[in-house]
């Protein structure tokens, strides 16, 4: 079993910056891939940034060029650096692990929410 622990979620004005925390514990052995990833009212929860254990990244085109996502492997941490946030990102955020044979664990859930 993985325990994910997320943080940093809030409310933010257009244009503003959030950084989400994701910290992995428990059998975290055999982890290929964490990410994160977002659902809004009446839409399907959707990728929005990943990355491998051999640090491939990949984004949605929507948030490319402002969001990252980075590791800290001493920590089992993960982060989301949101800048230019857009009313449009507003959504519950997931991270995400994904272990070999296991499948995928989930956080619960932080709120971002963007005002105009």
């Known amino acids: 079993q993985v325990q994910l622990v997320e943080s940093g979620g809030g409310l933010v004005q257009a244009g503003g910056s959030l950084r989400l925390s994701c910290a992995a514990s428990g059998n975290i052995f055999g982890i290929s891939a964490m990410g994160w990833y977002r659902q809004a009212p009446g839409k399907q929860r959707e990728l929005v940034a990943g990355?491998?254990?051999?640090?491939?990244?990949d984004y949605a085109d929507s948030v490319k060029g402002r969001f990252t996502i980075s590791r800290d492997n001493a920590k089992n941490t993960i982060y989301l650096q949101m800048n230019s946030l857009r009313p449009e990102d507003t959504a519950v955020y997931y991270c995400?692990?994904?272990?070999?044979?296991?499948?995928?664990?989930w956080g619960q859930g932080t709120q971002v929410t963007v005002s105009s």
């Open positions: 990355i491998t254990s051999g640090g491939r990244t």
């Open positions: 995400n692990v994904r272990k070999v044979f296991e499948g995928d664990y």
